[in-house]
């Protein structure tokens, strides 16, 4: 099995920053793409940043400039840097694995992890 273990979520001040880490571990032959999706209370689920294994990276519009993605191959590891925080930053932070390949198993599958709260206060 796959799975997602996030951490570095937390209450912080508006202007603060924060950096969240997301690695997969398990039995993995390859990810696509990882990337960071945000609820907020009685919001949809949203893309945040996202980055494939050859380093493209594609943001929101409401977190450009702010935020940046990277990625470690060799530890399937994801981080989000989040600088410039606001208010409307507060929500539960998802990382996600697309596109996983996994030895001796047919087909390719998606993995989330359980969520990190990121809560900023004005």
């Known amino acids: 099995q796959v799975q997602l273990v996030e951490s570095g979520g937390g209450l912080v001040q508006a202007g603060g920053s924060l950096r969240l880490s997301c690695a997969a571990s398990?039995?993995?032959?390859?990810?696509?793409?990882m990337g960071w999706y945000r609820q907020a209370p009685g919001k949809q689920r949203e893309l945040v940043g996202i980055?494939?294994?050859?380093?493209?990276?594609n943001y929101a519009d409401s977190v450009k400039g702010r935020f940046t993605i990277s990625r470690d191959n060799a530890k399937n590891t994801v981080y989000l840097q989040m600088n410039s925080l606001k208010p409307e930053d507060t929500a539960v932070y998802f990382c996600?694995?697309?596109?996983?390949?996994?030895?001796?198993?047919?087909?390719?599958?998606?993995?989330w992890g359980q969520g990190t709260q990121v809560t900023v206060s004005s």
């Open positions: 398990g039995s993995i032959f390859s990810i696509n793409a």
């Open positions: 996600k694995a697309a596109g996983v390949v996994r030895p001796a198993t047919p087909g390719i599958r998606d993995y």
């Open positions: 980055v494939t294994s050859g380093g493209s990276t």
